[in-house]
């Protein structure tokens, strides 16, 4: 009664092999769906469960990828888990969050936490770019690593993002297309890649009007719905509004467009919107929101194929893979949806 059940047990009760039912146990699509079967409702008959620790001790593999990420409260990070999650699934692998809640130290400890764990790898979301980097240059020496969507000062580490520089401009284009002529930016401190990107592209684009632009035209805080609020706020209080708010991410316009519809604010008539991120949040704003749209499927996938290369090649240079976004036009800058903008 207290004999442990071992593999070969369940290969026996299936009469399979055992390297059969290794395989149909680990989800190996190339088995045969009618052995697999056997195979599974044996290892359920049996009561048969695999030791995951010694699997790993054995294999040097645990078939698990670490996520960290600065935020669980903005909707974009976990869109980028849920790709990530779909694309490890395919090879049977699986993936542990943490969340660093924007505080260099504790995703310091997070990513130590992780690897302590025997991941086969990590993905990092930093959360600054110079207060993350010696964790995750760290890091970086002991597992193989990715970072994706912002990146720290780590040379030698491999990154996945979005062209920041590109998505700021599709979006003041369409705004100057639209007959803006004065802009305001509502962002974060560049204390971030993509906060730094997208603030300096908005700073090169309007430079010739800035000698006349009003100092609260370009608002800094961080990447939240409160900071989006807030800055609605200072921009009512500070006399007529520009043609044009851009946003640094949906969050931020998501309680920036709150106040302003409060206030009675017509948009896109007297004020339009424009953001990044292009979180599901945006379908449902009053109006639509026009946002900067990120091929997240297509990040994830990279990040993941980097990773397994890196696992490979540990020593080598380096790498960068940059991806164009998509400007998604809807009602807040056009006063319709544009283009199947609602996809």
């Not at 001790?57 to 790709?83: C, H, K, M, Q």
């Not at 694309?87 to 130590?112: G, T």
Request: net charge neutral; proline share 6%; aromatic share 4%.
């Amino acid at each position: 009664m207290n004999k442990r059940i071992t593999m070969l047990d369940v290969a026996d009760a299936a009469g399979v092999s055992p390297a059969t039912a290794s395989r149909a146990l680990s989800g190996n699509p190339k088995v045969d769906p009618e052995l697999a079967r056997r195979v599974v409702d044996a290892s359920i008959q049996l009561g048969y469960s695999a030791n995951a620790m010694a699997r790993a001790l054995r294999t040097r593999r645990t078939d698990t990828i670490g996520v960290v990420v600065p935020g669980i409260n903005n909707p974009y990070f976990p869109s980028i888990v849920e790709a990530l999650e779909g694309i490890l699934a395919e090879s049977n692998r699986s993936l542990i969050l943490c969340n660093s809640r924007q505080e260099p130290v504790l995703e310091s400890s997070r990513i130590d936490l992780l690897i302590n764990r025997m991941v086969d790898g990590l993905v990092v979301i930093p959360v600054s770019t110079r207060e993350s980097a010696a964790a995750v240059a760290a890091a970086a020496q002991r597992v193989p690593l990715v970072q994706l969507d912002r990146y720290a000062e780590a040379p030698g580490t491999d990154y996945v993002g979005s062209d920041n520089t590109t998505g700021l401009r599709l979006l003041m284009d369409h705004l100057r297309d639209m007959g803006c002529r004065t802009f305001a930016y509502v962002g974060a401190h560049p204390t971030t890649s993509s906060a730094h990107e997208r603030h300096t592209e908005f700073r090169a684009l309007t430079a010739p009007q800035r000698p006349a632009a009003p100092h609260h035209w370009e608002l800094l805080g961080d990447f939240s719905m409160e900071w989006g609020s807030a800055a609605a706020r200072l921009l009512l209080a500070g006399g007529p509004l520009p043609d044009a708010i851009i946003c640094g991410a949906d969050v931020v316009a998501i309680g920036l467009l709150a106040v302003l519809n409060d206030a009675g604010i017509g948009i896109p008539a007297q004020v339009k919107i424009g953001s990044f991120d292009d979180v599901s949040l945006s379908l449902i704003t009053t109006p639509k929101l026009t946002s900067v749209r990120h091929p997240v499927a297509d990040l994830a996938r990279e990040t993941i194929r980097l990773l397994d290369e890196r696992s490979l090649n540990r020593g080598g240079p380096g790498r960068k893979s940059i991806f164009c976004p998509q400007l998604m036009v809807r009602e807040s800058t056009a006063g319709l949806e544009v283009g199947g903008a609602g996809a």
